[in-house]
């Protein structure tokens, strides 16, 4: 029986033993017997509707999802009223064909002007994309250093050699005191922190990379953002403008 027939069952028969008299042969122990049924299909029903309610509020936060932006690395005026948040995977071809092509149209047209704020946040597939763990990683180590976004331009321009010397070469060319960054990244300190927030991703409904997020911060806690549109894969600079002059317009 499936638990909704199930519940409708119980209603039904505390509805009948409610509007009932027992007859005088029905014992004590029978009764008792009859009672602690119920209260077990009661419980099951309980159980079900626990479930609904679960299953119901996930629903929600996937059509509704909010954004924890805090501690990611962003650029532009802070108190824009409007985020972009690209989640993105260094090893990723259309995530470095965006990085080529339209990421610098967008600083300069919307970041550069204070019209929005610009949050990165790591995505990386490594079951596809063996180096991008490691890679996230590494541009967590040069953020200690303040040097996030010469890491992460470096790194998707030495993508195809990630796994040889790649990580190395952009570190050495952003400018990173090397010492420390190898000691940074021999230590594996951010590697949960980046399976935590790829986790977290997948439970908000990203499906692949790159994906962009466009939202307005709350006003009473600016870390957490609204998602309000989103845009999938590789898209045309003209679909960028077109999300963000109209959200930037409201």
């Not at 509805?15 to 014992?27: C, E, I, K, Y």
């Not at 108190?79 to 600083?107: G, H, W």
């Not at 946040?121 to 596809?128: L, N």
């Not at 021999?186 to 922190?193: D, L, P, T, W």
Request: hydrophobic share 40%; proline share 5%.
């Amino acid at each position: 029986m499936t638990s909704f027939k199930r519940s409708i069952a119980v209603l039904v028969v505390l509805g009948l033993t409610a509007g009932r008299v027992l007859p005088q042969s029905q014992t004590d122990a029978d009764l008792r017997k009859e009672i602690e049924e119920l209260k077990a299909q009661m419980k099951s029903m309980q159980s079900d509707l626990d479930q609904i309610k679960a299953a119901l509020r996930e629903q929600s936060a996937r059509a509704n999802p909010v954004f924890d932006i805090s501690g990611a690395p962003s650029k532009g005026d802070p108190n824009a009223k409007l985020v972009m948040i690209e989640f993105s995977d260094f090893e990723c071809p259309f995530c470095r064909e965006y990085f080529k092509t339209i990421y610098n149209q967008i600083l300069d047209g919307y970041v550069k002007t204070g019209k929005i704020r610009y949050v990165f946040i790591d995505f990386p597939g490594e079951k596809i994309h063996p180096h991008a763990l490691k890679a996230a990683e590494a541009a967590r180590c040069a953020n200690e250093q303040g040097k996030f976004w010469e890491m992460h331009d470096q790194l998707f321009s030495r993508q195809k050699d990630l796994g040889s010397t790649g990580i190395a070469d952009a570190a050495q060319a952003a400018g990173l005191k090397q010492s420390d960054f190898d000691s940074c990244l021999a230590s594996g300190r951010y590697n949960a922190a980046v399976q935590n927030v790829e986790q977290a991703n997948l439970k908000a409904g990203m499906k692949g990379t790159p994906t962009f997020v466009f939202g307005a911060p709350d006003p009473a806690n600016p870390s957490k953002v609204k998602m309000a549109r989103a845009l999938v894969g590789g898209q045309p600079y003209t679909a960028f403008q077109q999300v963000l002059d109209a959200l930037v317009s409201q």
